[in-house]
């Protein structure tokens, strides 16, 4: 499993309501090394995520761009999730992004210190050890792309 360090110090938003284009979100933002900005509701498939992802990336609330996590908690050991990733747009998969996505919902009580996460390109188990502060992400790495750049 990946090792990733857990930063929830410094200045935090947690469960803060905002509005994005008339819409009422709450927000919990979360360092992961880079920024990240999780939301609770329903089934993320539903959304127009090229629609509202560039919302939050491009918002004056984050100076630096954001990445931003839709999460819909199945039960208290599962989490379905879609990423909008900045400069990048939609991704099937996000291990900054599911590790984000776990520790907030730890955090605010949706699920425990472990969960799997289910992404568009397959399921992440990601377990927070709060003794050690460490996340650990266990999931398959997939083939999904080859090209060629002429240059």
């Known amino acids: 499993p990946e090792k990733i360090p857990v930063n929830l110090s410094g200045e935090r938003a947690v469960d803060r309501p905002v509005t994005m284009a ?14 990240h900005c999780v939301i609770f509701g329903e089934d993320p498939d539903g959304l127009d995520l090229p629609e509202i992802g560039p919302l939050f990336e491009h918002d004056p609330l984050f100076p630096q761009g954001v990445n931003t996590e839709f999460i819909q908690v199945l039960d208290s050991r599962t989490l379905k ?22 520790a ?28 050690e502060n460490l996340l650990y992400m266990t999931g398959p790495a997939e083939f999904v792309f080859d090209g060629e750049v002429t240059l």
């Open 22 to 35: 008339g819409e009422d979100y709450r927000i919990t933002c979360v360092s992961m090394g880079n920024p």
């Open 81 to 102: 999730m879609r990423v909008w990733e900045r400069g990048s747009g939609e991704t099937l998969a996000c291990g900054t992004g599911a590790t984000a996505a776990l």
């Open 104 to 131: 907030v919902s730890a955090l605010l009580g949706k699920c425990g210190s472990e969960a799997d996460v289910l992404l568009r390109g397959g399921t992440l188990h990601i377990e927070w050890n709060r003794k």
